[in-house]
Every structure is written in C-alpha cells, then in structure tokens.
C-alpha cells in the first residue's frame, strides 16, 4: 500500500493529456477508419440526421421508439404526439423543446385503424 506521500509523488509525476494532444487522437482514429458501407451510401449534407441513431433513441417520456421525418427534419412519438427536433444533425431529446403535433395526425391514425 502507498503511503499518502508516495501516492502524491506518483500522481505529481504523471501528467494528464492536453485537450489538444486528446482531440488529435481521436481524429485521427476517426480518419484512420474508412465507414463499412462507405461505398454503398449516397453523399449526404454535413450536417444530416444519421438514421442508424433510430436504433438507439427513444423518447425520453414514453420511452418509446422515435420515428424520424425528414420533411420536418424531427423525430416524432406517434402515440404522444410531440415531435423532437434535429438541429444540425443533432436530436434535441429535451422535452421542453419538444412542440405539440397537430390532432390531424391522431384522427388520421384513427380512420385507418377502423
């Protein structure tokens, strides 16, 4: 066991990474791997929701899976009717800032089920 001196000693002799030598890594692992189906996938905006995220995602009241919409650019909870919205690629989960859909949509859903 290190007494507190020793431990003062050990930890004073070694220094943390800069945030900058940090991001360098980082991109360049990022850089180094090529995506899988890079190939396959059509050019998309830099800033473009990321489909795969559905997989993760889930409404943070219902817990339930989220539906993205791209002509709003939001995701939606069908059954609660709120709609969350992706700005600059980012999904804003915060239900605050989440807005109230239209009952148009709630009654549309209704004739289809009858």
Do not use: W
């Amino acid at each position: 066991m290190l007494s507190a001196g020793r431990l003062g000693a050990v930890l004073r002799g070694t220094r943390a990474p800069s945030s900058s030598t940090v991001a360098r890594r980082c991109l360049r692992v990022s850089a180094s791997r090529p995506a899988a189906d890079e190939s396959e996938r059509p050019a998309e905006p830099p800033h473009a929701f990321d489909r795969a995220l559905l997989e993760f995602l889930v409404c943070p009241l219902s817990k339930k899976p989220l539906r993205y919409e791209a002509s709003t650019n939001e995701l939606i909870n069908d059954e609660l009717g709120i709609a969350y919205p992706v700005i600059d690629g980012i999904p804003n989960m915060i239900p605050q800032a989440a807005r109230m859909m239209a009952h148009q949509n709630k009654k549309q859903e209704d004739t289809e089920q009858h």
